[in-house]
């Protein structure tokens, strides 16, 4: 590998081939480097701080640790980059590949990831607060214990007429945070979100089909017309839930605590409601047939 000089460092220019050469540690802050090729460099505690990094390849590159605060990183491809503890904070990074990136403990902030693809990106414990993930590829992605309060996953954002949600099926959200995130119509078939906490999230017409949420916490959610064929929602926190429309056929709702929920023509046929806590909900039109379980607690059953 060939190492690079701070002196080097001063002459990257855009279109620039640095094909496999060392930067460890250096400052390339406000460089312009659209179209440059990092292709398995070694830039691990560089600073690209405000850089214009459009179309870069850093593919295969070690980034670990490297600073790329409100960096240009538009149509960038970062897939099998080593990103763990990098910081990403206000970046611009419109249709990136972060493709099975690993991006442990990375610094996310108020990301603009709009069309990227993080298929099978590993995000534990990245913090994605107030990031932008529309149209975003999330598919087998590991989110175990990050942090996406406030994200915008599935909504409108200025400049788009229809966004597509973001696809997150069988992602692992394992003690995920997505409080009041905006997740309208994205795709979280198979995800597991065990003990994640989702409380004043909007899950509107999202796919929750064989989700695992075990004890998780919906409290204050909107997931009217969603789907959760077959899901898992034990021991979950739905209490003042809109589940509306909410089409849950063979659900599992054991021990769950659904008080005051919105259950208006929601179908839960063939769920399990063992020990489900339905006091005080708004049931008019709901759907129960087959349901395993007490429902005495349910006015009008």
């Known amino acids: 590998m060939f190492f690079a000089s701070a002196a080097m460092a001063q002459n990257i220019v855009s279109g620039g ?5 060392s930067f460890v540690n250096l400052n390339f802050d406000g460089v312009s480097a659209s179209g440059a090729s990092f292709t398995g460099a070694d830039l691990s505690g560089v600073s690209f701080r405000g850089a214009d990094l459009r179309e870069v390849q850093f593919r295969g590159a070690d980034l670990s640790n490297t600073d790329f605060t409100g960096a240009n990183l538009g149509n960038a491809d970062m897939t099998f980059g080593d990103l763990r503890g990098a910081i990403l904070k206000d970046v611009f990074a419109a249709k ?3 493709i099975s990136a690993k991006l442990n403990d990375a610094n996310l902030i108020g990301a603009f990831l709009g069309g990227s693809d993080l298929t099978r990106a590993n995000l534990t414990n990245a913090d994605l607060t107030n990031a932008l993930l529309q149209n975003s590829n999330l598919a087998q992605a590991n989110l175990k214990n990050a942090n996406l309060t406030n994200a915008i996953l599935g909504t ?3 400049g788009s007429s229809a966004p597509l949600p973001a696809q997150m099926q ?3 959200l394992t003690g995920a945070i997505l409080v009041d995130a905006e997740m309208i119509g994205v795709n979280l078939s198979g995800a597991n979100l065990t003990d994640a906490n989702l409380s004043g999230s909007n899950l509107a017409m999202s796919n929750l089909n064989w989700i695992n949420a075990n004890n998780s916490n919906f409290e204050g959610a909107d997931l009217s017309g969603a789907t959760a064929k077959g899901g898992n929602f034990q021991n979950a926190e739905m209490g003042k839930a ?3 429309l909410l089409r849950a056929a063979g659900a599992n709702f054991s021990n769950a605590n659904l008080a005051h929920a919105n259950l208006e023509s929601a179908d839960l046929s063939l769920s399990n409601l063992t020990n489900t806590n339905l006091s005080d909900i708004l049931n008019d039109g709901l759907r129960i047939d087959g349901a395993i379980g007490s429902i005495a ?5």
């Open 297 to 301: 607690t349910v006015s009008g059953y």
């Open 156 to 158: 409108h954002y200025p």
């Open 96 to 98: 990136i590949k972060l």
């Open 170 to 172: 069988s992602a692992k």
């Open 17 to 21: 081939e640095y094909r496999g050469q």
């Open 242 to 244: 809109n589940m509306a």
